[in-house]
C-alpha cells in the first residue's frame, strides 16, 4: 500500500483510538463525579433541624455568624474556646437588645438518649442557661433572656459533638402575668432543695423534684433583683466535730461550684457550713446518720 494511503488511514486510526479512550475512561470520571455529588445531596438532604452556624431569628438586622455553640454529647456546658469572631457577633447582639424592649428566647436541645447530668429538669435547658449566663456576661440584661429546653433526635451530630443544638429568637415583649416572688420565695424557703451525700463523699444524685426546685431557684435569681441563695452544709455527729464542720462547708462549696457550672451567677450564691449542730435525723441510726449529711439551698 502506498505511503500516500497509509496516512490518512493512520490518522483516522489515531481519532477512532482517542475517540474510544476519551469515552472510557472521561465518561466514567464524569459518573463518579455524578456520584459524588448525589452521595454529597444525600448527605444535604440529611442535615437536621438545628444549624451549623448561629443565627437569630426575628432580629432586626442580619446577626449570624458561620461559628456556634457546640457541646459534648451528655454535657451542658459549650465546648471551649468560644471564637473570636463568634465573640464579635455576640458583642453586636448585646447592643441590639440592650436599648429595645424585647427579649431573646434561647431554646435548648438534647437527645434523648443523652445523660442529664445537670440541675435542670432536662439537658436542653441546662445548655439554654449556661449560654444564656454566657451573654449575660458580656452585657445582656438577664431579663431580656427568656430560656427553654426541649428534647429532640435530629439535631446535627459530628462524632461525639452536636453542633449547635439551640435556636435564638428574637420576641416582643407582650403583657404577661407577673409571678409573685415573694410567695415563690416563702414556698422554696418553707420547702428548700436538700441534697443529701454519701459518708465522706461530695457525690450528689438529683430526682426530678429537685431539678423542678433547683429550676424554681434560677428563676428568682434571674426576675429578682439582688436575689441570692445560702447553701448550707450539715454533716453527722461521727468523729471530729471540726473535721466534720470542715466537711459539711466543702459539700457547700461542692454544691455552690456545681450550680455555677450550671450558669448560675457566683456572686449571687454564699455558702456556710453548720457541721453537725442541726440535725433533722437520729445520729444513732446509719438512716439518720444519712439524712444529716446534707446541704440545705434557701433563697436569702
Request: hydrophobic residues 35%; negative net charge; proline residues 4%.
Amino acid at each position: 500500500m502506498k505511503k500516500k494511503t497509509l496516512y490518512p488511514l493512520g490518522i483516522l486510526l489515531s481519532i477512532l483510538i482517542g475517540t474510544w479512550l476519551y469515552m472510557h475512561y472521561c465518561c466514567n470520571d464524569s459518573e463518579a463525579e455524578n456520584s459524588q455529588v448525589v452521595e454529597t445531596n444525600e448527605e444535604t438532604s440529611q442535615h437536621s433541624f438545628t444549624s451549623n452556624e448561629f443565627r437569630v431569628e426575628n432580629a432586626p438586622f442580619e446577626i449570624s455568624n458561620p461559628d456556634n455553640f457546640n457541646f459534648l454529647l451528655s454535657h451542658f456546658d459549650p465546648i471551649s474556646p468560644i471564637s473570636d469572631s463568634l465573640m464579635l457577633t455576640l458583642d453586636q447582639l448585646g447592643s441590639t437588645l440592650t436599648p429595645v424592649e424585647n427579649k431573646l428566647k434561647i431554646t435548648g436541645y438534647a437527645l434523648a438518649s443523652e445523660e442529664n447530668s445537670s440541675m435542670f429538669p432536662n439537658l436542653g435547658l441546662a445548655r439554654a442557661n449556661v449560654v444564656k449566663q454566657f451573654l449575660v456576661e458580656k452585657g445582656i440584661e438577664e431579663h431580656h433572656i427568656i430560656v427553654l429546653g426541649e428534647t429532640k433526635e435530629d439535631i446535627n451530630k459530628k462524632g461525639d459533638t452536636l453542633i449547635g443544638p439551640l435556636r435564638f429568637q428574637f420576641e416582643k415583649v407582650y403583657d404577661t402575668p407577673t409571678t409573685n416572688w415573694t410567695n415563690v420565695k416563702d414556698e422554696l424557703n418553707k420547702n428548700p432543695l436538700v441534697i443529701e451525700f454519701n459518708t465522706g463523699k461530695s457525690q450528689l444524685n438529683l430526682t426530678e423534684s429537685d431539678r423542678e426546685k433547683a429550676l424554681s431557684l434560677s428563676k428568682y435569681l434571674s426576675s429578682v433583683v439582688g436575689g441570692s441563695l445560702m447553701i448550707t452544709g450539715h454533716s453527722d455527729n461521727v468523729g471530729d466535730r471540726e473535721k466534720n464542720t470542715e466537711l459539711a462547708l466543702e459539700r457547700a462549696e461542692f454544691i455552690k461550684n456545681y450550680f455555677v457550672s450550671n450558669g448560675i451567677p457566683a456572686d449571687k450564691i454564699q455558702t456556710s457550713s453548720k457541721g453537725p449542730d442541726e440535725p433533722i435525723a437520729d445520729n444513732d441510726s446509719a438512716e439518720g446518720r444519712a439524712k444529716n449529711r446534707r446541704t440545705t439551698i434557701t433563697i436569702n
